[in-house]
Each structure stands twice: as structure tokens, then as C-alpha cells.
């Protein structure tokens, strides 16, 4: 019964390549996001969706599109995929007001 | 701008002793702090939050954090380690309707027996 869940949980690819992220969450929220954490376990906000709605765009390559077809999805596309790319992408989900966010188990993107 | 530091990067504690972990916030509002605990290759778990009233809070797994407001801190403490407690702990900040949280840099916990 996972609250926050993606997938893959691991992506190995190759320089160049476009893959996507999957996100969803059962918990009835309103509000979903996508954090990178770097290899010194850095965690920093890329985007974040209210309501299927972009409320929050970091200074992230537009190589990076997040998609949200209902509240409950949040998907992130990489495109040309880069070696700085290779990190964990953790998905989270909060309740309206954005107060207590809780995180999915991460996706560890290896990019070769 | 809102921040948070964390001054210890790693510390190493005996099973059984005692742990206090430092986390000093900047934020321009009345915030909303949060510690999370991430185990090896698992995602970020919540132990506890503050938002408002009693700043001592009680968290799970026997963790307690204490706000003070003068000191713009919000120390996490265990009484007695377990081994399973090795972990990484973030500390975060956010507030009322604000989305974005920030992250500090984290402090590795290692247990020894």
C-alpha cells in the first residue's frame, strides 16, 4: 500500500538518450514534486505541480519536463540525457498548503 | 532567501549512547521545520515536523527535536542509539504556503557497536 511510488527504481542509459520517470501517489494529495539529489546526497526542488498546475521551475535545464495528467501523476521526461545528469529523483506529494511533504523511494539514474 | 545548515557532516556515536544532531535555519517567515531520515538506498522518511506551539515535538522512533527561536535552531536528539538508526538525517525548512522546502546538506550517523 505505497503512499508515494516510482518507477523505475533504477535506469541505467547511455549519453544521449531520452527516458522518463514515473510518480504517482495515493494519498489524495493535491500537490506533487520532484527533487534531485546529487552525489553528496544534495537534495535541491526541480518542479512542482498543484493541481495538475506548474508552480514551481528551479533552474533546471529545459531538457527536463515534468507532465502531470491528474493529481495523483507526476512524470519527469529527461531529454539528451547528460553524464551531470546521473543522480537519485526522488517524487514527493504534500496536501493543500504544501505544509508536510511526503517522498517516494527515489529512482537512481545512472547515465554512462 | 530561506536555508538551512547542518554543521556536522558525519558523526559516530556507540550503540546506546546518546545523539544530538545540529540544524540551524534562515527563513523570512515563521517556519515550518522538518527532520527526515534516509536509510541506504531508500527514500526520505519524515521523523518529525514543527509548525507551531509546543517546541519540543516528538518525532517516531524515539526522536525528539527542540525549536528555539533565538538560536533559529532545531536540534534533533535520541537518548539511546540503536544500530538501525545509522543513517542520513536532513534537516528542512518551509512555511504556510510555501512549497519549496530546503534541504540542508545532511549529517551521516554511523553506529558502532
Known amino acids: 500500500d505505497t503512499a508515494v511510488s516510482q518507477t523505475p527504481k533504477y535506469l541505467v542509459t547511455q549519453m544521449g538518450n531520452d527516458k522518463s520517470i514515473k510518480c504517482e501517489q495515493n494519498l489524495g494529495h493535491d500537490t506533487m514534486y520532484w527533487y534531485k539529489q546529487d552525489s553528496k546526497k544534495f537534495l535541491k526542488i526541480m518542479f512542482s505541480y498543484n493541481n495538475k498546475e506548474l508552480i514551481i521551475n528551479e533552474t533546471v535545464p529545459n531538457r527536463f519536463s515534468p507532465k502531470s495528467p491528474d493529481k495523483a501523476h507526476l512524470n519527469l521526461h529527461i531529454n539528451s540525457l547528460e553524464l551531470g545528469d546521473s543522480a537519485v529523483y526522488f517524487c514527493?506529494?504534500?496536501?493543500?498548503?504544501?505544509?508536510?511533504?511526503?517522498f517516494g523511494p527515489g529512482t537512481r539514474l545512472t547515465v554512462l | 532567501a530561506q536555508s538551512v545548515t547542518q554543521p556536522d557532516i558525519h558523526i559516530t556515536v556507540s550503540e546506546g549512547a546518546s545523539l544530538e544532531l545540529r540544524c540551524n535555519y534562515s527563513?523570512?517567515?515563521?517556519?515550518?521545520l522538518f527532520w527526515y531520515v534516509q536509510s541506504p538506498g531508500q527514500g526520505l522518511q519524515l521523523l518529525l515536523k514543527y509548525f507551531s506551539g509546543d517546541t519540543l515535538v516528538q518525532g517516531i522512533k524515539g526522536f525528539e527535536a527542540e525549536f528555539k527561536r533565538s538560536q533559529s535552531s532545531f536540534n534533533l536528539r535520541k537518548p539511546s542509539v540503536h544500530w538501525s538508526d545509522a543513517a542520513e538525517y536532513f534537516c528542512?525548512?518551509?512555511?504556510?504556503?510555501?512549497?519549496?522546502?530546503?534541504f540542508g546538506a545532511g549529517t551521516t550517523v554511523t553506529v558502532r557497536a
Open positions: 514527493a506529494s504534500s496536501p493543500p498548503g504544501g505544509d508536510t511533504q511526503y
Open positions: 527563513y523570512g517567515a515563521t517556519p515550518y
Open positions: 528542512a525548512v518551509g512555511g504556510t504556503n510555501d512549497y519549496k522546502l530546503s
